[in-house]
């Protein structure tokens, strides 16, 4: 046993003392950090998009003003929203952001409802001057002014050679080098490229679809034509489509004798639906943040756990093979037994792995900690909550428990390789059998118990990952020790045949050994 934690000791150093592993550990935290950063820089940074409307038919263009309006509102209330938590002077997090988040739900709700009523009452209100005026008592009063969103569609000058009577046609064929980037457009004084044609043409009401018509063949042409380069980007084409089908749909109402503000009095009704858990307390079966945030907490675990395992089995592998081929493995071998060599090994770089989780951890404490916003904040009262919920002890297990299991495969893949290059091939599937239950992941969270996801927890190999992400939902008994006695058996028998290989294969020579002969290997009598 000395002679265990001697090489442990010494694997541990070997790691530890290196500049290497400083750098492979901190950088995935600066990698985390760097993207949240760089999406806030990135959300901050859409350019001024310019827009032509040309609407031939004269029925459509203030609803698609409306449309467009109602986008910038929808981002100046999210941004409220965050001004909001940033400079508020309650301090339970989850009641301010519940209460923040149902006001701006219900808003947009209303405005969401098929009419254009909510967002006429919003700002006809004093819409932001109002609630900033409602809020200021719950806010700091040493706080920075609220700067409200620049609008981010903005109506650009047709250019003199279009003329907009003309045939949709002659309009794109006018407007396609404005629309390619060729050309730049001007809205006042302000030059860019242009965004986005909205074209609606004179006789678009024939195309519109009302139940029981028969449907028409597709036609790019039919309908509104909405013409721009950037397809992903889907805002205003969306924002547009609802508005203008609210549009038809208040006519037809109108063309019925349907008293439209009955309509949007009864769109704008609501039930609130209360989330319960039946398996909590009396007095405590309301579903929290707190709740949702636990549901979901094993994917952030099994990744946890897959990077670190990773990472911790290829030191185990490379060290090894560079024991091996620079022949310092036969001069430990001289005074410790492969077995002792072995096991401390796994233990020395299962410490290595735990220093890098315990890194990671303190990197995050120290950013939440001195980086304070909205969403640092947020996260710290996530990882509060999930680092007091149960799931703790579930890490703990099935992290040791994979590390057992997948270190003893690489230990004795790294016994029978001279190079990395030769030791490639036998890694692979043991890479891909790891990913498919990451593959898993978002699936498991959304239906643990399935009959599948059951039985493919079953097999060693899935098993730490599979039962740890289905941790939160309280899996059936008989899973839970069946999947740990089989999985503690399996982990028995492969540090038992990886050592018998290790012990064969350290001191060997040459190519790696077919599958006979490393079959022959393990069932070798030593």
């Known amino acids: 046993m000395n002679m265990i934690r001697l ?89 301010t952001a519940a209460n923040a988040s149902n006001a701006a739900n219900q808003l947009i709700d209303d405005v969401d409802a098929d009419e254009v009523a909510a967002l006429d009452d919003w700002l006809e209100s004093g819409g932001l001057n109002f609630a900033l005026t409602m809020a200021s008592p719950y806010l700091e009063q040493e ?166 395992l990773m990472q911790n089995v290829q030191y185990l592998l490379s060290n090894t093979i560079e024991e091996k081929s620079n022949r310092i493995i036969e001069v430990l071998l001289a005074s410790v037994t492969a077995d002792e060599l072995m096991m401390g090994k796994l233990i020395g770089i299962g410490m290595a792995g735990l220093t890098t989780i315990g890194v990671w951890l303190l990197s995050f404490y120290l950013f939440i900690s001195l980086y304070s916003s909205t969403e640092t904040e947020l996260i710290s009262q996530i990882l509060e909550v999930i680092l007091g919920s149960e799931l703790i002890p579930w890490f703990v297990f099935y992290y040791f428990a994979g590390y057992a299991l997948y270190s003893g495969v690489f230990l004795a893949i790294g016994s029978l390789c001279n190079t990395l290059k030769e030791a490639q091939a036998l890694m692979t599937p043991m890479i891909l059998i790891q990913i498919v239950p990451i593959a898993m992941m978002a699936f498991v969270v959304l239906d643990p118990n ?51 290989v290790f012990r064969h294969g350290v001191l060997r020579s040459g190519q790696p050994p077919k599958l006979l002969e490393l079959w022959r290997l393990m069932s070798a009598k030593s």
């Open 143 to 308: 706080r920075p002014e609220f700067q409200a969103p620049e609008p981010q569609f903005i109506a650009a000058d047709l250019p003199a050679e279009v003329d907009p009577s003309g045939t949709p046609d002659d309009i794109i064929n006018a407007l396609r080098p404005y629309l390619s980037g060729e050309r730049s457009i001007s809205s006042g004084d302000a030059t860019g490229s242009l965004f986005a044609l909205i074209l609606i043409p004179e006789n678009v009401d024939n195309d519109i679809s009302r139940p029981g018509a028969m449907p028409q063949a597709p036609d790019a042409n039919r309908g509104v034509q909405y013409w721009a380069r950037n397809l992903t980007d889907s805002r205003l084409p969306d924002a547009i489509i609802r508005s203008i089908n609210a549009e038809i749909r208040e006519r037809e109402y109108m063309n019925l004798g349907v008293n439209t503000e009955l309509v949007r009095n009864v769109q704008r009704t609501r039930l609130p639906v209360s989330q319960l858990d039946p398996t909590a307390e009396a007095g405590e079966e309301a579903v929290s943040m707190a709740d949702t945030f636990r549901q979901f907490a094993p994917i952030g675990f099994v990744y946890l756990m897959f990077i670190s």
């Open 7 to 95: 090489i442990a000791w010494r694997e541990y150093m070997e790691n530890v003392r290196t500049k290497g592993f400083w750098v492979t550990i901190l950088f995935i935290p600066i990698i985390f950090i760097g993207m949240y950063f760089l999406q806030t820089a990135l959300s901050n940074a859409t350019p001024t998009r310019y827009y032509i409307l040309i609407d031939q038919s004269g029925r459509y263009e203030e609803a698609v003003d409306i449309a467009i309006e109602r986008e910038h509102q929808r981002r100046i209330l999210g941004e409220f929203v965050s001004y909001l938590m940033d400079y508020r002077l309650e301090t339970d997090l989850e009641m």
């Open 450 to 500: 399935n009959s599948l996801v059951r039985a493919l927890s079953w097999f060693p190999l899935f098993t730490p990952y599979l039962m740890m992400n289905r941790a939160a939902a309280d899996p059936p008994m008989v899973d839970v020790v069946g999947t740990t006695v089989l999985l503690v058996v399996s982990i028995i028998a492969v540090l038992w045949l990886s050592g018998k």
